[in-house]
T-cell receptor, first 111, second 114 residues
Framework: SQQGEEDPQALSIQEGENATMNCSYK?????LQWYRQNSGRGLVHLIL?????REKHSGRLRVTLDTSKKSSSLLITASRAADTASYFC???????????FGTGTRLLVSP | DGGITQSPKYLFRKEGQNVTLSCEQN?????MYWYRQDPGQGLRLIYY???????QKGDIAEGYSVSREKKESFPLTVTSAQKNPTAFYLC?????????????FGEGSRLTVL
């Protein structure tokens, strides 16, 4: 079952702009993770935020989590053409059983 | 270098044939997973294994089978019972159940049914 829904489905911006993508989920979670996928490749883990955290930073990435609204956002600042990829949120349920992935946001950063 | 190796990268199958996708990891991870990805879609869990000689069905296990005879290996067989097998298949591993669940992925295998 798909837990997360990303919004928007696709995003096109210019280099240097910020990119924001959102994720909504349905059930109680232990943590929420963001992954990146370049076209035709495997996914790469970007950042993890626990259910008791509200904000986390890693380099140009900023993630927020609002458990009352069951939503998260990923902000990529000062985007580069190399950031072009699909971005997925994934939630780990409170039973620690497995990650459930959203449908992804396709980001295109033009030079 | 530690990582996950999937093979083959591309595979073509005739209808009615079974095919096996290989997944090997040298990360010493206990848990391994198989996901299916269709164009423009998210990942759907096929099977997962948290320990050797044990595995559980995911959300779309029908038409697939797996084995976990060794910690390092988790092959996936796509059987003729899978009605729409053309997809991108991703193998992943994580440290163990109860960990933070961070997954490490292979580069994927693209299966096309002719």
């Amino acid at each position: 079952s798909q837990q997360g829904e990303e919004d928007p489905q696709a995003l096109s911006i210019q280099e240097g702009e910020n990119a924001t993508m959102n994720c909504s989920y349905k059930t109680s979670i232990n943590n929420l993770q963001w992954y990146r996928q370049n076209s035709g490749r495997g996914l790469v883990h970007l950042i993890l935020i626990r259910s008791n955290e509200r904000e986390k930073h890693s380099g140009r990435l900023r993630v927020t989590l609002d458990t009352s609204k069951k939503s998260s956002s990923l902000l990529i600042t000062a985007s580069r053409a190399a950031d072009t990829a699909s971005y997925f949120c994934a939630t780990l349920n409170t039973g620690f059983q497995k990650l459930v992935f959203g449908t992804g946001t396709r980001l295109l950063v033009s030079p | 270098d530690g990582g996950i190796t999937q093979s083959p990268k591309y595979l073509f199958r005739k209808e009615g044939q079974n095919v096996t996708l290989s997944c090997e990891q040298n990360l010493n991870h206990d848990a391994m997973y198989w996901y299916r990805q269709d164009p423009g879609q998210g990942l759907r869990l096929i099977y997962y294994s948290q320990i050797v000689n044990d595995f559980q069905k995911g959300d779309i296990a029908e038409g697939y089978s797996v084995s976990r005879e060794k910690k390092e290996s988790f092959p996936l067989t796509v059987t003729s019972a899978q009605k729409n097998p053309t997809a991108f298949y991703l193998c992943a591993s994580s440290v163990a159940q109860g960990s933070n669940g961070e997954l490490f992925f292979g580069e994927g295998s693209r299966l096309t049914v002719l």
